[in-house]
């Protein structure tokens, strides 16, 4: 069972940022995808940002380009989702997960599970 800790949540105006970190095992960050993903009550699970152990693979959601950006630390064992420019849609449970399948943004494709951490952002 892989262990991943997310921190780094809290409450920002819009307009304001916030960084991320899911903190897993070297064992994981070398050979796993590494995703971000969001849940608000009532609705499905989104993939936000995702990336290979290289950092060379990074996709994200269409809804976040040009203001997340997902790097890896592999001295840290962090992967970090720095959020700018953060707008009241992105407040949600934001959760890191792992795996050695294909890196992408489907919440299917991922089978472990950090516990997360909350964003709120007001308006």
């Known amino acids: 069972q892989e262990n991943l800790v997310e921190s780094g949540g809290g409450s920002v105006q819009a307009g304001g940022s916030l960084t991320l970190s899911c903190v897993a095992s070297?064992?994981?960050?070398?050979?796993?995808?590494i995703g971000w993903f969001r849940q608000v009550p009532g609705k499905e699970r989104e993939g936000v940002a995702a990336?290979?152990?290289?950092?060379?693979?990074?996709p994200y959601a269409d809804s976040v380009k040009g203001r997340f950006t997902i790097s890896v630390d592999h001295a840290k064992n962090t992967v970090f989702l720095q959020m700018n420019n953060l707008r009241p849609e992105d407040t949600a449970m934001y959760s890191c997960a792992a795996t050695e399948n294909w890196c992408s943004l489907k919440p299917d494709n991922f089978y472990y599970w950090g516990q997360g951490t909350q964003v709120t952002v007001s308006s």
């Open positions: 990336t290979d152990p290289g950092g060379r693979f990074t």
């Open positions: 070297q064992y994981t960050l070398s050979r796993s995808c």
